[in-house]
């Protein structure tokens, strides 16, 4: 991922933080420049469009979560069920952290998005779909390594299992956005490391 300039980043992530929170269609090129205390004339010397704009933080942040949080710690472990459970827990206490950018009230960003933006552009849908799809894809490669290397406890599908882990751990942070409750996340999140660990 390429070095930003001062400027572009502050712009990324302030719409960023705004789509998050707010949503597209209540993100705005003239909120943005409020916040960011910048010209149209700086925006648009970085960026062609708000559409341009858009992905790009979307991306940016995305990514980084994709690849330093899932992809990159399952491809390279050696204890391949020990490092799932570990990434799921560090991924529930993103959103706990007061100084991360996640916050359980706002629920996960990935699937905020898929909602409300991939019905509205194409080049948001194949993005988001790219991005749920990779992310499936290192769980069911971590869980297919612990099977080769026999350390699990029974027969599954991995596939099956890979989508059902994204699923309940989605579900489990939707949940405690809705309820706006801490303690459900824990609790469901716990529930979904013993059947990891039982497999």
């Known amino acids: 991922m390429k070095k930003m300039k001062k400027m572009e980043q502050k712009l990324v992530d302030i719409t960023f933080d705004l789509l998050y929170k707010n949503g597209y269609c209540d993100t705005n090129i003239a909120d943005i420049l409020k916040i960011a205390k910048a010209t ?34 399952l491809a390279n472990t050696t204890t391949p069920i020990d490092t799932l459970v570990e990434q799921v827990e560090a991924y529930i206490e993103m959103f706990l952290d007061p100084e991360s950018f996640l916050d359980i009230k706002h629920g996960c960003p990935l699937s905020n998005f898929i909602l409300d933006m991939s019905d ?41 299992q890979s989508m059902f882990i994204l699923s309940s751990l989605e579900g489990s942070i939707g949940s405690a956005k809705a309820l706006n409750d801490v303690e459900a996340v824990k609790n469901s999140v716990a529930i979904l490391i013993t059947h990891i660990k039982s497999l």
């Not at 942040?61 to 330093?68: A, F, G, K, V, W």
């Not at 991005?131 to 612990?146: G, M, N």
């Open 120 to 160: 509205k552009d194409e080049t948001f849908f194949e993005y988001f779909k790219s991005v749920y799809t990779r992310w499936h894809a290192s769980i069911e490669q971590v869980l297919e390594k612990a099977q080769e290397q026999k350390q699990t406890h029974t027969q599954f599908n991995a596939n099956e």
């Open 40 to 73: 149209k004339g700086a925006l648009y010397y970085h960026f062609t469009s708000k559409h341009e704009l858009v992905v790009s933080a979307i991306t940016y942040y995305l990514e980084q979560i994709l690849e330093h949080h899932w992809v990159n710690p």
